[in-house]
Every structure is written in C-alpha cells, then in structure tokens.
C-alpha cells in the first residue's frame, strides 16, 4: 500500500481544512468576538500538523488503486472532524472534547444532531463555523481538493478511486473527461444553489447572518440552526423556501449539469428524479390528512406535513413544529423516510433513492427467477441495463448497513434510554438526518448520553456519510498488514 | 501565457486494445479531453482506473451510442478496433454526425495498396495507420544500419537520427561534446544522452562516458563515416531470420525482398505459412515451432545477420532473442509490446527493441499536435525518445517564425532543447552558433519533457 501518499493527502487536507478556517474567524473579526483567538490557534494546529504530514511523507509515488482512495477517504474524515472540533473546543464554548468532535461529525456528515442544549449563546463566528461544515461535508472536502489542485500526480485520473469513495450512490461517474474539471463544476453549481438561496432567504426578509447559516446548512442538507426552536420561529413563507431549497439539494448534482448543457429532456427522464418527489408527494399527502383533525386548518397542517417531510427525506433535519408530538402513522411515515433519504449523488444522506429503486427491482426479479428458474432477465434503470457489478454490490451493502444499524442501536443500550430513544437515535444518526423521536426528539438533543454513546454516534454518523465501505476496509486488520 | 495557446481538443477514441489504450495515454498525458469507447464494460472500467477519461461502453458504429459519447462536438474521432472494416464504418458515422477529423486504423494488406487513397477520400478519413506496416519500416530501417540501436527517419531525405551505445573502453569516453568536432572531423551532433535512467539534453561541455547511449543526429553519408571512425560500423543484413508470420513479418519481408535480402520466415501455423509464401515468392518459408532451438539452429540462425523476434508474445520474442544473441547473430531485433516488459527486456542485453503501438501512438500524437497548433506551422516529424523521456520533431520554418534570420547563439532558447539540424533545400547543416534559420528550413528540434507544438514555442 502506497502509505506515503495516504499520509501526504492527510496533510494536504488538513491545511485545505485550516484555509476554510479563515472564513468563520473573519466573522468572528467582523463581530469583534473574542473567539478570534481560538480560531487562529486551530488554523495555526491546522496548518502546522498538515505541513508536517506533507513534509514528512512526500510521496515518490504517486500512484494508488482503490484500497488508496477508500483508506484516504475514511482517514480524512476523521482528521477532518478532529481537527474541525479544535474551535469548539478551544473556545470553551464546548468545554468537552468529545462534546465537541461529536458536534462536528454532525457537522461534516451534514447530521445536524446536537449536544447543545442552548444554542443562541454561542458566539457568531463558532456558529458560522459549525453551519460551514454542513457547507463542506454536503459535496465533500476531498472533491474540493481535487477542484483546487493543480491536475497534476496526486491529481490525476487514479483519484478517481476517491471521489467514488467519497461521493454517495451505488454509481458515481465523471460529468466531463477531466476529474478536475468533474470536481469543478460539481463545486460551481453548489456554490451557484448555495448562493441563491442565501439571496432569496435574505430578500425574503431573514436577516443576512440567518440567511448564510442556513443556507449551508440546507445545502448540505445538515440541519444546524441557531435559534433554540430550529426553524419554528421563522415565518411561514421562509419556511417554504428552505423546503424547497432542501427538496433541490436533494436532487442529484448530474441533473444540474444536464440542465447546464441544455439537455433540460435528459434531466427530465431520470426515474430516481420522479420516484423521489412522488415519494415527497405521497408522504405529505398522508402526514396532512393525518394532521387534519388536529389542526384544523389545511394549509397549515400542509405547510407543517411538507416543511417535515422534505426536511427528513433529504436528512436535513430542520424542525418546523414538534413531530415528536403527531400521531403514531405521521411518525412512521417520518421514520420511513429517514431510510429513504435524497437521490445519488446528492448532498442528502440515507440509502439513496436509486439505491431503494435498485434494489426493489433486484427483489423482484430474484422472486421473477424462483418463478421461471431458467429465466435470463436484467435490471433496468433509466431504459438502460444496470451494470452486474453494480445490482450485486447492492444486496452486501444492505446487510452490512443494518448489521451497522443493529450494533449501534445495541451499543447505545448500555444508556438508561428507552428502546424508541435509542432506535431513532441509531437511524437518525446512521442515515445523517438529525432529530429522532422521544428523548433525542425534535426539541431535544443528545448532550444527555455517555460519552461512550457520543463516540459510537459519531462513529455511525462517518459510517453512514462514507456510505460503510470505506472505514470497513481501513479498519480491517488485513488492510494494513503486507500479505 | 504559454498554456492558452495550446487548445484543447476533444478527442473520441474507440476501441481501447493495446494500441488504443497507449494513445488514450500520450493523449491524457497531454492534456486533451478524452472519452474512451469500447463495447466492453470491463476494459472501459480498467481505463478509468488509471487514466483521467470519461469512459463510454457500446458499439461504435451505433448512431446513439456515438451521439452520447458527445462525437457531434469532438474535434478527433479516433477509430483503434480490431476490424478495418468496423474502423471505416465508424469513421465515416463520425464523420457525418459531426467529428471534425477521424483517424482510422486499417491494417488489412489488401487496403492498404492503390485503393487506400480512394478510400481515405471517400470516407473523409483524414488519416489511416497501418500500425503492422508502420512496424515493419521501422524494422526496415534499422536492418539497414544494425550499428545503431535505433534509426528515426525524417521527411528531409539522408537525415536521420541514431541512437548507438558506447562501448565501456569507448574513445569517446572523457570527451566533451565541444571537442568531438575537433578531434574527429564528423559533422555529426549528439542530441541526446541516456546515462542509466536519466536522459540529458547536453549542452557543449558535457562529457561523455562510456556505457553513455547517445542519439546523433546527422546526414546519413556522415553517420557511416562517424560510425567507421568508431570503429562502429556493423555490415548491412545480408540475411534475415523472422520469427513469426504476422502482418508485420509479411511488410518486413516484403520489403526486405525488393532490395535483394535473403529473408527466411519460421511460422507454425502451416495456413499461414501457406499465404505467405504465396505473397513473398523470394522468402523462404518454413514451418515449425520457432521456440525450437534446434530446428533454429537446424534453419541456419549462427550464419544469419540478422534475427527479428515477432510473434504474437512479448515473453516468446526475448527469450528467443537471447538465444540467437548468445549464438552469435549479431544484429537481434525483439519487439516488445507491454511496456512493463521493456524495461525488463533492456536489462536482459536486448538493445534493439521495437514497439508498435509506440510507433502508432507518434504518429497520431503528430497529426494532433498540427491540428492543435493554430498557427499553421506544420510538425512534419515527432518521434519519442529514450523511454518518452523527450522528443524529436521536425518542423517546416514559415514566414511568423519568430526565430528567422538571428543567429542561433543569439537565440533566448529555453532550457532542455536543442536544434539537432536544419535543412536547407537538400543541404543537411549541423547547427553551430553562428548558423541561422531561415523560412522554408526544415528544422529538427529535440526537447526534453516539453511539448512543443510550433518552432515558435523553443524561446523563452
């Protein structure tokens, strides 16, 4: 195994980490906050670690396979919040470290579970910083560094084996020929969405500073907000407009791209697309009527049943209204779709909707197969034939993603919760959405479990982001050792 | 400032083979957007493994498939599948659906006579490679001066370049390039130096050691002079051992024929062995199992000057080749297809090593740098060198050079290239300092690590 480079990518991210620093401590600089110095101690730490890695291990190599890009894709993650955490925590805003490095896997893996019990009594730049995150996790920090590095070496086409490890979906492939450019404009349309958010919200009548945070945290499909009541307290339109800001991070980047170069009919006929708003439609559609007797008026109970379920399916987890508090069928309906989650190649977490899709399909045809055992039939996905490699690589991935779900949900049990607690604390957690139900619900957060739990958490939140494979593989004594 | 120059073409290539893949390979490596086709899902997932290419899997004459490869915007079409046929059908799709220009493969000797020009035009082909018979004239010329390890041929007639490795008592050894004009009164002029891995271009006092593999370049008349001078000087192949009955033994020994060699071909497939004696009456055909060394040695291997290793395995041709080097032949040529296998084959004492899908990949590599080259100046030649470590390529000099008419010592030329010969009518000149390059010159420059797409590019 190409060592040399994993360590050498390792530090290249980390000073990549500590220049995204610089954002949240000119807000704090424009604030006069005294949390300037924190941020300049992590940038400093930042920098200094990541130019020790990058001196240490200049590869003479630069050549790495698929073990490479899963290795370095998982270990920069983990770097990745480690290092993120060192704000919070210098600060003393989050005076435990554990704390701290649980708040900001939330952050990266675009969770937006929380420890903070009162969250309006951090400083700007702290909040800034842990709403950024969101902001990086969304696309991915290793497709940034690809999108800023020369291509050249460590940038060549072998990264390709990272950007597939890093971005989510049972599929990920090149828009153009050159990885770089790939990376490029996938950044350049996040950047575009991200921006006009910002600018509607603002015009919308939310002040900037709400406007920007949110508009990360929706991006990245995170969930972060700086008001204790998450986004209740916003008015009714603004609450529209970050559903449907949610709903569109959600939608695979490729059709973006598509509609780019003008194939608007392309974009159009992509299954998943229609499957997850018919979805979306579906499930508010039950929420409301289930809502009605309750609330009496429609459009409200609409507005609340289709703010939540956009802000579940795409993992975001922004709370509009206390679900926690709704009947039994509107909460399983939540909780389904926590499973569901966004399209491939989106910022959302969860299975995937393409991934669902394929592997009802798989079902049926296996079921198709003990009908007629000599039957020959492929799967099918947008009119094309899916690749065999990709159908079978589903059902493995599905295993190992409820033997993940099942450990953690054990795991959390040696906390004095109740089972529904720590359920949904698994799948919120594991499928990167936020909020569950009970003690962990909407209006609750997760400062009450052991450290142990947070670090298993935060454990399950990296596992569900990476999609499993890649920490499995650098976590599994045979990758290290040279047989 | 450089860079902007350079356009970016766009670039198709169908078929992902061993000739294909190594064009897909200088062409990344030169920054070109590349999209790989082929009907295998696999071979196109191996490709984009390794090299930066968006990867397409279908039929290439599908109207469909070629439309979502994007051939409408792609400036080349490059057609590298195993069937001539399959490549012009391709080609002329291409073509049609919008490829500005589309380079096909043909191989089949059949084409590649008097209706290959009708073809070209009719299908709108702006270039055909026979890789087989690009191979074979390479063969060709080194068979013609075995004292050199390499020859490379340019468009300006009696130039060429060599490459020959000193010998380790070598008279040239300790000599410095400034020098070697002086003591030995050849116009000759040493272009490059490969000193174990590293290839310098050498400036005048660098000095030569023995062991040193040198490229010179100079007229052909001055190359046997120098090479007698050395003490060099290996007689022409009067008769030649093929191993193997391949397309490119067929070329070889076409050509070989009609300047009066005497060419033996072992082959052990008896039908083919049957069509080549129909096509080469003056060959001598023969039918065994080349991996035989007695039936080798039974053929007459000790007395041939010459033995060319060409079967279809890159393992059969150098194990082969060292054994007829061991017997005494000396002049042993080996082609070597998997570059992994070249190195090796270097460290095993095989000097003369050919590669045709190198051979193919110059000669599209040539046609893309004109295409890419806005400013009209033509690349006539482009060969890569010691291991693609630099390059070699001929230019004819037009009127917006900017290097006219100043003396070269007075050119700002930049580090790590060198003009290795002008030619001037039929006038070979090896360039001092006081010599100039005037329009309508041919100009041979070799850079190292720098892609040069116009004469311009060599200043600073």
Known sequence: MNRRMVFYTLGQLTVLE?????????????????????????????????????????????IIYAKEGFIITALSWIVLSAVGALPFFISGEIPSYIDAFFETVSGFTTTGASILTNVESLSHGILFWRSFTHWIGGMGILVLMMAILPASGANSGRSIHIMRAEMPGPVVGKLVPRLRDTAKILYLIYIALTTLLILVLFVAGMPLFDSVVNAFATAGTGGFCIRADSIAGYAPHLQWILAVGMLAFGVNFNLYYLILIRNLRGALRSAELWCYLAICAVSAGIITLNLMPSYGSISHAFRDASVQVASIMTTTGYVSVDFDLWPQLSKAVLFLLMFVGGCAGSTAGGLKVSRVMLLLRYAKQSLMRMLHPRSVRAVHMDGKKVDEATVESI???LILYFCVLICTFFLLCFDAFDFETNITAAVTCFNNVGPGFAAVGPTQSFAAYSAFSKLVLSATMLLGRLEIIPLLITFSPSTWTKK | MKNEKKRIMKILVAGCGKIGVSVISRLVDEGHDVTALDSSAAVIGGITNVYDVIGAVGNATDCETLAEAGV???????????????????CFIARRMGARHTIARIRNPEYNDSSLDFMRRELGLSLAVNPEMLAARDLYNMLKLPSALKVEKFAARNFEMIEIRLKPDSRLSGVSLSDLRNHFKAKILVCYVRRGEDVFIPSGNFVLQGEDRIGITASSAEIQRFLRELDMLKKQARSVMILGGSRISFYLAKMLGDIGIDVKIIEKNEEHCETLSGLLPRAIVICGDGTDQELLLEEGLAGSDAFVALTGGDEENILVSIFAAARGVSKVITKVNRESLEGLADQLGLESIISPKRTVADVVMRYVRARQNSRGSHIETLYKLADDKAEAMEFIVTADANCIGIPLKDLKIKQGILIAGIIRGRIPIIPTGADRICEGDRVIVVSAEKKLQDLSDILQ
């Open chain 1, 18 to 62: 500590g220049a995204l620093m610089l954002l949240p401590l000119g807000t704090a600089l424009l604030y006069r906050e005294r949390t300037v110095s924190s941020f300049l101690c992590a940038i400093g730490i930042a920098f200094l670690a990541g130019g020790l890695l990058m001196a240490l291990f200049r590869p003479k190599n630069r």
């Open chain 1, 395 to 397: 059902s493995p991935y």
């Open chain 2, 72 to 90: 409408a915007e792609a400036d080349l079409f490059i057609a590298m599948m195993h069937s001539d046929e399959l490549n012009m059908l391709a």
